[in-house]
């Protein structure tokens, strides 16, 4: 039963343009989502993260969509670098102390 | 260097045999995470400690405890290992709450 689903499993971008990750939850208790980025043979690093009282946060070149009636929320990333290319894993936390991550993306970077 | 700590980095083992890894938060983290990363596979939840207390658990197996100390660090032990624990074990902590959590850089179990 996976309740936080990342469907593509990679993605490729030319350098420059945006990246678009999408995540799909399907528990409408989450309230506090987050992105990580994950290099090989590395711990996961948080990117950013937003609550469910908002449906949008930008930090630098990311931000994060959340469209709760839908259970989905997106990672953009503008503009792309090559040192973006990375897993990128999504995650929901709700008060059940549990946070749930999804399978991750893998973001390949074109130059 | 998110400041959390895991040990040993690496380890290989035997079947039937009993492992434990340890977790040192970063300072002043209540919470504690376990995670395992299998290959193909995303970060498993196992089981979550706060201040000493276990709060959640995920998808933990019956040969697998944790436990968190009055000092906060914690250690997960694995027994009766099997071929296909052979993982990638991931540590995580956070002040508590609904916040951010913190990855260490992994211990990687191998099960020969």
């Known amino acids: 039963d996976q309740q936080v689903k990342q469907n593509s499993p990679s993605l490729s971008v030319q350098e420059g343009r945006i990246s678009i990750l999408n995540c799909d939850y399907t528990n409408s208790m989450f309230d506090y989502f987050l992105w990580y980025k994950k290099y090989p043979a590395e711990g996961p690093t948080f990117l950013i993260s937003i609550s469910s009282i908002k449906d949008k946060n930008e930090d630098g070149r990311f931000t994060v969509f959340l469209n709760k009636s839908a259970k989905h929320l997106s990672l953009h990333i503008v503009p792309s670098q090559p040192g973006d290319s990375a897993v990128y894993f999504c995650?929901?936390?709700?008060?059940?102390?549990?946070?749930?991550f999804g399978k991750g993306t893998r973001l390949h970077i074109l130059p | 260097d998110s400041g959390v700590t895991q040990t040993p980095k690496h380890l290989i083992t035997a079947t039937g045999q009993r492992v434990t890894l340890r977790c040192s938060p970063r300072?002043?983290?209540?919470?504690v995470y376990w995670y395992q990363q299998s290959l193909d596979q995303g970060l498993q939840f196992l089981i979550h400690?706060?201040?000493?207390?276990?709060?959640a658990k995920g998808n933990i197996l019956e040969r697998f405890s944790a436990q968190q100390f009055p000092d906060l660090h914690s250690e997960l032990n694995l027994s009766s290992l099997e071929l296909g624990d052979s993982a990638l074990y991931f540590c995580?902590?956070?002040?508590?709450?609904?916040?951010?959590?913190?990855f260490g850089e992994g211990s990687w179990l191998t099960v020969v």
């Open positions: 300072s002043g983290d209540l919470s």
């Open positions: 400690y706060y201040n000493g207390e276990e709060r």
């Open positions: 995580a902590s956070s002040p508590g709450g609904l916040d951010t959590i913190y």
């Open positions: 995650a929901a936390a709700n008060r059940d102390d549990k946070i749930i």
